[in-house]
């Protein structure tokens, strides 16, 4: 199994940012897809999901600002990031899981927010 994160950067305050997370090596519409990010010194955190069956959901400090989309006929999972803040630097990390036994990792994509 392999999630493969790409699409951070370094972007200046009110920038935007599209993640994007391909897998290979599960049935991907079976999953649930999440989105996590860690800061440095902090812990992880979900900054988004959406269902196999399509019902997304976002942590407080993202809501309107981020949105987060799959393409099933690609194996694709995505973030939109937008008006990027400085608070919202991490590494970003996209997992997969499927009931309780299956839970995959992608190694992360960083998202720096500086002037």
């Known amino acids: 199994v392999q999630l493969q994160a790409s699409g951070g950067g370094l972007v200046q305050p009110g920038g935007s940012l599209r993640l994007s997370c391909a897998a290979s090596?599960?049935?991907?519409?079976?999953?649930?897809m999440d989105w996590y990010r860690q800061a440095p010194g902090k812990e992880c955190e979900l900054v988004a999901g959406?269902?196999?069956?399509?019902?997304?959901n976002y942590a407080d400090s993202v809501k309107g600002r981020f949105t987060i989309s799959r393409d099933n006929a690609y194996d694709a999972l995505y973030l939109q990031v937008n008006n990027l803040k400085p608070e919202d630097t991490a590494v970003y990390y996209c997992n997969a899981h499927w009931r309780i036994r299956y839970n995959y990792w992608g190694q992360g994509t960083l998202v720096t927010v500086s002037s």
């Open positions: 090596g599960i049935v991907f519409s079976m999953y649930d």
């Open positions: 959406v269902t196999s069956d399509w019902k997304t």
